[in-house]
């Protein structure tokens, strides 16, 4: 790898590869490239959600970085994966915050770390990010407590200043995590209500950030109500059309609760197990979820009824790349062209370069990094998340190349 300013950059000599005739593809799959999401920045290489990973991903060509937020305890939104900051930035390692250290449930489950709600910005602004996965990713660990906890304010501001530099717009792909949790479950430390529509504080925010070019921006989730929510209420009300993205989960009923959320869409099953009446939840399509099954869970979603209630309010699914194709192959499951039928993009997550993350071929031997893509974008897919975008650049490059063949 080159470096250059801080940053690793793809040598310019692996765009140059050689065309067999076997990638030469049918035009019709040609016609709108992919897009390559860097899935939290260029998380391979840097210590994810930092200005510097985005920074790196728009360097190496990314179409979107996606930032994941969640809020501070005055508010504010900053870009983690998670609320428990533990694993990604040194807080535990800080004297001054030993007695922050907690037990919440998050979406039903317990965790015991320091939550972003426990901070305010100024405090969030005394951590320094972490490489979460530093036996896997030494490169990332090297630049452990160097990079400042982001919020979306600076994020949209280095966009904006990537575009004035280089004149290319690069896309934020946001979201919004455990909506739920903030708007109705969870507390500070103190014993307050966080009480927080951090989705309705989003489109606020890039209101006020002038960055509202629906073109540029997705916002996705894992739950239902903030979706519709954005949809029927809030983007209307602000004038705003931003493309929704309907995140899946497991469909094999693998992690269900109690033991894990996963397999379900959290809003719906708190509101179930609430006994809340959803037709005052969910009011677009109260018979669908009305008659779910207890409870609700993503493979639900996949079927003719569940893409045509998606497709009402989103446009497009982010299925988990798990659970996309058929057993020891990279043929895509029906679902997937169902989707596209009904007009609803399909961008699966994530797509990783280590050995342990590469998708089984048989019980010995994986299906590489490349030979996944390059079956992906043959097979029509919209778009991948991608910690690698370099890699996933790279083959998108060959895969275009092959098209003109």
Request: net charge neutral; hydrophobic share 40%; charged share 20%.
């Amino acid at each position: 790898m080159l470096k250059q300013k801080g940053f690793f950059l793809l040598p310019l000599s692996l765009l140059s590869l050689t065309i067999t005739p076997e990638l030469a593809v049918a035009a019709d799959n040609c016609a709108t490239p992919p897009l390559v999401i860097a899935h939290r920045g260029a998380s391979g290489h840097l210590p994810e959600h930092t200005l510097e990973a985005y920074q790196l991903a728009m360097r190496m060509g990314a179409d979107f970085i996606e930032p994941d937020l969640v809020p501070t305890k005055d508010g504010q939104l900053i870009s983690r994966h998670e609320n428990d900051l533990t694993n990604t930035t040194n807080v535990a390692v800080l004297a001054q915050f030993a007695d922050r250290r907690t037990t919440k449930r998050i979406d039903g489950i317990p965790v015991t770390g320091w939550f972003s709600e426990d901070f305010t910005l100024a405090e969030i602004k005394q951590l320094k990010a972490r490489e979460p996965l530093p036996a896997l990713r030494p490169q990332g660990a090297e630049h452990n407590d160097q990079y400042s906890i982001a919020t979306l304010a600076e994020i949209v501001s280095l966009v904006k200043q990537f575009e004035a530099d280089t004149g290319r717009k690069v896309g934020l792909y946001i979201e919004t995590k455990h909506p739920t949790y903030f708007r109705y479950e969870g507390q500070t430390l103190d014993g307050k209500a966080i009480a927080l529509d951090t989705s309705k504080k989003l489109i606020q925010q890039l209101k006020q950030l002038q960055f509202t070019d629906p073109n540029r921006v997705f916002i996705q989730s894992f739950e239902v109500q903030n979706l519709l929510e954005l949809k029927q209420h809030w983007m209307p009300a602000m004038k705003l059309k931003f493309p929704l993205i309907q995140l899946i989960g497991d469909t094999e009923k693998a992690y269900l609760p109690p033991k894990d959320s996963f397999s379900v869409p959290y809003d719906v099953f708190y509101h179930q197990q609430q006994g809340t009446d959803l037709k005052a939840i969910y009011p677009q399509d109260t018979d669908f979820l009305s008659a779910a099954a207890k409870p609700l869970d993503y493979s639900a979603l996949l079927n003719e009824k569940g893409l045509s209630f998606v497709h009402s309010y989103a446009a497009g699914i982010g299925p988990w790349r798990s659970s996309i194709y058929q057993k020891h192959s990279l043929t895509l499951k029906p679902f997937v062209k169902a989707a596209q039928q009904q007009g609803l993009k399909v961008h699966p997550y994530t797509f990783r370069a280590e050995a342990n993350y590469l998708m089984a071929k048989d019980a010995k031997t994986t299906f590489s990094f490349d030979e996944e893509m390059q079956d992906l974008f043959k097979q029509g897919i919209d778009g991948v998340f991608s910690d690698y975008p370099d890699l996933a650049l790279k083959n998108r490059a060959l895969f275009l190349q092959g098209c003109k063949h």
